[in-house]
């Protein structure tokens, strides 16, 4: 799979990475053994980035991926830290840091991480020259190996860029999610910063798999948080109200090419953005982790589609999120 260099970080990652939220907690129960299925899945289809965060499941799934490290090393693994703490700017202290991190460490099994993402913390903490002090002492000191962000907005975004020791800005992007390709993708690339691409299929919307009368379990974000009931909205099917997204995303499917389906046809749109550096979609099984990475080996996709796609943005989807994120 081709590898691209994530930014300050200096490493080469596989431009189809893992997100490891779902074997965690908010998408359903996954059972331990079906999500070491599906690292395995993912690694032995060439995918060398995996990313997860010290609140998914509590710790679940650092856990998860650090047993699966012990018999599999070489992994490039990027975590993220603020979440399980009151989302105040306060709790943003290099003692709470060192705290976080040595949990981390100790949940994926490693002496120093490879990557630490501030987890969407609240917006004044990018503006904190005390906060970005402390994560370059996290450096020095070799708990952590670089530090990036992951972001709600597009603002967050371009502040966290200025920053000389942001290595990676995790952000959300996808067809129904354009607004980054405008300042943010530009401002990394000039900036020598990684994107990492986080939900990728608006929660799974681009799949095409949903109709208006899909449930989603009780205990599945896509239930409780589809108004911004737990967390920011935009991180439930990107922000999109659900019956305009199905709509949506049955038009998208129209435009997979042959051999590809909807959901590669997303992943491989994503790739092919100047300046992304990993797309980072989830998987429940290790049929969708092999099917995910296949978005690789997609042939990049003609201007004629790139158009629709952003025709289709324009139309359905542009004013509900544009102006929000």
């Known amino acids: 799979m081709e590898q691209r260099v994530l930014g300050r970080t200096g490493r080469p990652v596989s431009v189809v990475g893992l997100g490891t939220w779902q074997l965690g907690a908010d998408w359903g129960e996954v059972a331990e053994a079906d999500a070491l299925a599906v690292l395995t899945a993912a690694a032995e289809a060439g995918v060398t980035f995996f990313d997860t965060a010290d609140v998914y499941g509590d710790g679940r799934s650092e856990r998860i991926v650090g047993r699966f490290l012990r018999e599999r090393p070489g992994i490039f ?3 993220k830290m603020g979440r399980r703490a009151p989302l105040d700017p306060a709790q943003y202290t290099l003692d709470n840091f060192r705290a976080w991190t040595d949990r981390s460490r100790a949940n994926l099994g490693v002496d120093r991480l490879d990557l630490v993402q501030l987890h969407c913390p609240p917006t004044a903490v990018y503006s904190s020259d005390a906060v970005f002090d402390a994560l370059d002492t996290l450096v020095a000191e070799e708990r952590i190996a670089a530090y990036g962000v992951s972001v709600e907005t597009c ?37 020598g910063v ?77 790739i092919q953005q100047p300046g992304v550096t990993s797309v980072i979609p989830g998987a429940r099984s290790a049929e969708q982790a092999r099917a995910n990475a296949a978005a690789a080996s997609v042939p990049p996709l003609p201007r004629s589609t790139l158009d629709a796609v952003r025709d289709l943005y324009d139309r359905r989807i542009r004013a509900q999120v544009h102006h929000r994120w």
């Open 77 to 79: 693994v990027a975590t």
């Open 155 to 191: 603002d967050e975004a371009l502040t966290a860029i200025a920053r000389p020791g942001t290595a990676s800005v995790q952000i959300i992007l996808n067809p129904f999610r354009l607004k980054p390709l405008d300042r943010v993708l530009p401002a990394a690339a000039e900036a």
């Open 194 to 270: 990684g994107i990492i691409a986080r939900v990728p299929l608006a929660s799974g919307l681009l799949s095409g798999r949903y109709t208006k009368d899909t449930v989603f379990a009780a205990d599945d974000h896509r239930t409780f948080n589809r108004h911004g009931e737990a967390f920011d909205q935009g991180e439930t099917f990107s922000g999109v109200d659900f019956a305009t997204g199905v709509e949506a995303a049955e038009e998208f499917a129209a435009l997979a090419p042959p051999g590809a389906t909807p959901a590669q046809t997303a992943l491989r749109w994503i």
